[in-house]
């Protein structure tokens, strides 16, 4: 009878055993995270308004210099390149027209954009942004010309020019 408790017991320890056993398998991987400043772009100083213009019925052009219009600043994350988007725009006098005076007529307004430096922006660029007291930082300088023709009705001609960044 002992004999057969020692079988037992020997049993009961040895199937403890074989069901108390795991398997185990791990497998690590890499956790990371790019903190990124915001992007943001604000119209500062200046303007786009070519004033007062005399129609003399010989076409003429009218510029405005980069460093003379409009300066949009942009900032980000340091030398983190942005890419600029823009277009011409369609200028319109329908507004003054809608007030009962001359006819509809519009012109077209092309961009002229360097950075500080003089620098030539054209649409679709890429340029880093410059490490100016901890953040990334660009001065962008909207100037551009529009085209009168020989029969450009008057009137007040408006328009909304948009310049888009993106990282």
Known sequence: MKKIRYIFILILVSGTNIISQSVFSSQNASASAILIVPLSI???LGDLDFGEIILTGVPTIQRKTPQDGKL?????????SVTFTFNSVILDNASWVATGIGKVDNLQFVPNIELDGGTKVRSGDSHPLRFVKGIGRLNVWVGGAIKISA????GDYTGRFTLNVTY
Do not use: L
Not at 72 to 80: L, M, T
Not at 151 to 154: F, H, P
């Open 72 to 80: 949009f600043v942009v900032s980000g994350h340091p030398n983190r």
């Open 42 to 44: 604000t119209a500062t």
């Open 151 to 154: 029969t450009q009705k008057n």
